[in-house]
Each structure stands twice: as structure tokens, then as C-alpha cells.
């Protein structure tokens, strides 16, 4: 059974009907830095056409997903599948981004999640981006929470294998 972490509160039992995946191997993505662009463009405009601003959704959309892609991009583990899955319910899309990494990525996903739930998180992304030092790895998580109002899960599927699920609730930002 996965472990699951939330980020703000807990899973709700709402159900969120699929729309499109794509599943890669892992090593087929990680050949070239292009693929994170290309998979996010793709993904933005199957499923922005039927927005109320299908441009700025797209836009938005795109945006989030290339950031969620390039984490899967940096990881260490050099073989395993790669799955994007997106569904909607609603005025909120989910990305379920499944794969493989190794214990360290694993633990530090998991930790920079539950930080993000805590109070302070946006002072921890003010500090981040404000400060001297450099930005910290868990900048692109903090910047969907706040930037998108995203909620983020963990899920650890196996030993080597994670699930980041991240709601966005781009229709209803405002503009």
C-alpha cells in the first residue's frame, strides 16, 4: 500500500475523471532536456481547450507541468517508467507524475512536502528566493503551492518508485 503525504490537509475522496498519459521510459526522457517542454506544451493544449480562457490555462498549465517534469528530469535513477497522468474534477486538474529514484530523492520529496504543509512555508520561499544563499532544491514545490495554490501529495509506490500528485485549481486563479 503507498505511503501517502499531504501537503495542505488530507486526500479528499473527490473524485477526479482521467483525461490523457503518457508514459516514458525513463531513460528514453532523460536523453534529452527538450523533452520537458515538448511533454508540457503537448499535455497544456489537450487539455485547455475547453477552459474558460483556454490560452491563459494553457499557459499556466504548461508552466506548472514543465517545473513538475524537470524534477522528474534531475533524478538519478537511470532506469524504471516515467507516467504523467492528468485528470480533472471541476475547476482543478491533477498531475499524478510517477518515477523512479533512488532513497535520498526519495526522502528529501518526502520531507520538502510535508515542510510545505507547515505555516511557515511561505516565509521559507520569501527567504528562498530573497536571500543570499542559493535557492534550495524545494523552491519548485513551494512555488506551486503558492504561485498555482496547488495542494501536493507524496506517495511512495514501491522502494524506487514515487507519485507526486499535484492539484491545481488554475481556472478559478484570478487573473
Not at 25 to 49: Q, T
Not at 146 to 171: G, K, M, Q, W
Request: net charge negative; with cysteine; hydrophobic share 40%.
Amino acid at each position: 500500500m503507498p505511503m501517502t503525504l499531504a501537503s495542505q490537509g488530507a486526500a479528499d475522496q473527490v473524485v477526479f475523471e482521467p483525461m490523457i498519459q503518457i508514459d516514458f521510459e525513463i531513460k528514453n526522457f532523460l536523453s534529452a532536456w527538450l523533452h520537458c517542454d515538448h511533454v508540457s506544451n503537448y499535455m497544456a493544449r489537450m487539455i485547455s481547450h475547453n477552459r474558460s480562457d483556454s490560452m491563459k490555462h494553457s499557459n499556466l498549465f504548461s508552466s506548472a507541468f514543465n517545473e513538475l517534469l524537470e524534477i522528474a528530469f534531475r533524478t538519478r535513477h537511470s532506469s524504471g517508467e516515467l507516467a504523467c497522468r492528468v485528470s480533472r474534477q471541476g475547476e482543478t486538474d491533477r498531475i499524478e507524475l510517477t518515477f523512479p529514484c533512488i532513497p535520498e530523492e526519495r526522502q528529501f520529496y518526502q520531507e520538502a512536502i510535508s515542510q510545505i504543509a507547515g505555516a511557515e512555508f511561505r516565509e521559507r520561499y520569501i527567504n528562498s528566493v530573497s536571500g543570499d544563499l542559493a535557492p534550495s532544491r524545494e523552491i519548485v514545490l513551494l512555488e506551486l503551492a503558492i504561485d498555482y495554490n496547488a495542494t501536493l501529495r507524496f506517495e511512495e509506490i514501491n522502494s524506487d518508485t514515487i507519485t507526486l500528485v499535484v492539484d491545481l485549481p488554475l481556472e478559478s486563479l484570478p487573473n
